[in-house]
């Protein structure tokens, strides 16, 4: 599942979070794993609801209670982390793991300026003085691209724009250069030009730190620009995974599909879009088998039963009964 030649930065593996309940447990992610490599961003999209921000908060330990990891393991470098007291995780998260969410408001504080902002990041995990605290805050601005950065370091948050302000956030999350970023619908409130920019700027951080990134978005265009793979999630399943450009052009599942056929193409005049009737079940309303069955226009009665598991189609890994056969795959466009 990683990238040829290089051992994962991140490895989750069979992880399941629950929320209990006075009714009973809730299962919200259900035994997924999947790895990230060095210098790889792995896109993970879905529909609201699949699983996808609760795998990234716990990955950087910060799942709501009552949520809770009830199975599995992840692995940062080789070493365990789900299992680590607050305070070091605390010190893990920041320091190897940073985080990028989708409302900048929500991650710096009005009453700072940016600068106190970042030179108390800097030297909660840096050995710094003040001063050389300062100067990376201003390479780090100018390093997402702030203009005029030393002028506007001073500047409060609601000094800047959307797209400023989610600069600011994510300088504020490579403050100790961390070797993974949890990024959660990091473009969703921005417009399509400042999108582009962000997008750039994470694919270069990649390139030039050899920094991992988990890319949460509900986006296919974000993440057809963006990712090295993707992980399509699905009532807390992983539905499909593989390299971005074979998901996109060779879907395998019936729900990749639908999500590929529901984006128009530049060039190709249709009447009306691919529509996935229904919506995805509730966590007390998924059903047994493969949670995809009352939606799927390729069911059969094993889906009603079976819990299809990841298997190997291609280049990518699909979890579907129509590619247990020897021979049997579906195309897109089929």
Do not use: W
């Amino acid at each position: 599942m990683t990238a040829e030649n290089n051992q994962p930065l991140l490895s989750v593996r069979n992880l399941r979070i629950e929320f209990p309940t006075r009714r009973g447990t809730l299962v919200a992610v259900d035994d997924i794993s999947f790895d990230i490599a060095p210098g790889e961003i792995l896109g993970v999209v879905g529909e609201s609801g699949a699983g996808k921000s609760l795998t990234g908060a716990a990955i950087i330990g910060l799942l709501e209670p009552p949520g809770r990891i009830a199975q599995g393991e992840i692995l940062l470098e080789g070493r365990r982390i789900d299992d680590l007291p607050y305070e070091e995780i605390r010190r893990i998260r920041g320091r190897q793991i940073g985080a990028i969410f989708q409302d900048p408001l929500t991650s710096l504080n009005p009453l700072y300026s940016v600068s106190r902002q970042l030179t108390e990041t800097i030297q909660t995990h840096l050995s710094m003085n003040e001063r050389q605290a300062r100067e990376r805050a201003l390479e780090l601005l100018e390093e997402v691209g702030i203009p005029g950065a030393s002028e506007r370091i001073d500047h409060y948050p609601h000094q800047f724009s959307g797209g400023m302000r989610q600069r600011v956030v994510i300088a504020l999350a490579l403050c100790a250069e961390p070797r993974l970023i949890i990024a959660d619908e990091p473009t969703t409130a921005l417009d399509v030009s400042i999108q582009a920019q962000i997008i750039s700027l994470l694919k270069r951080l990649c390139n030039d730190h050899g920094t991992a990134v988990m890319l949460v978005t509900h986006d296919m265009g974000v993440i057809a620009e963006a990712a090295d793979r993707v992980a399509v999630m699905y009532s807390g399943r992983i539905a499909e995974i593989g390299p971005v450009q074979e998901v996109v052009r060779a879907a395998k599942h019936p729900y990749t599909h639908g999500l590929m056929g529901s984006i128009p193409h530049i060039g190709h005049h249709v009447d009306q879009l691919t529509q996935i009737e229904g919506s995805m079940p509730r966590l007390q309303e998924i059903p047994p088998g493969c949670p995809f069955n009352p939606r799927c226009e390729q069911v059969s009665e094993r889906c009603y039963v079976e819990r299809p598991n990841l298997q190997v189609a291609e280049k990518s890994e699909v979890a579907c009964h129509l590619f247990d056969a020897p021979g049997l795959e579906v195309r897109a466009g089929d």
